[in-house]
């Protein structure tokens, strides 16, 4: 399945989620938010599309 596109009311929400979490740490809040962000994209995905997702982007960034 093709991965979800996060609403931008479900990007203020990870956002302010992740200002809650980690207050007084940008680096951090940061982290956390791509993260959310990253679990509604692949929340309709298989495990196979995520690991190709995740394989794709290592080797655009040349880590793997």
């Known amino acids: 399945m093709p991965k979800s596109i996060p609403t ?3 990007k203020k929400i990870a956002l302010e989620k992740s200002k809650k979490e980690f207050p007084g740490n940008p ?3 940061e982290i956390h938010y791509i993260r959310y ?3 509604i994209e692949w929340k309709e995905m298989t495990i196979e599309e ?3 997702e995740v394989n794709r982007a290592k080797k655009e960034l040349s880590i793997a």
Do not use: D, F, V, W
């Open 27 to 29: 680096a951090l809040q």
């Open 8 to 10: 931008e009311k479900k």
């Open 50 to 52: 995520i690991q190709e």
């Open 37 to 39: 962000l990253l679990e």
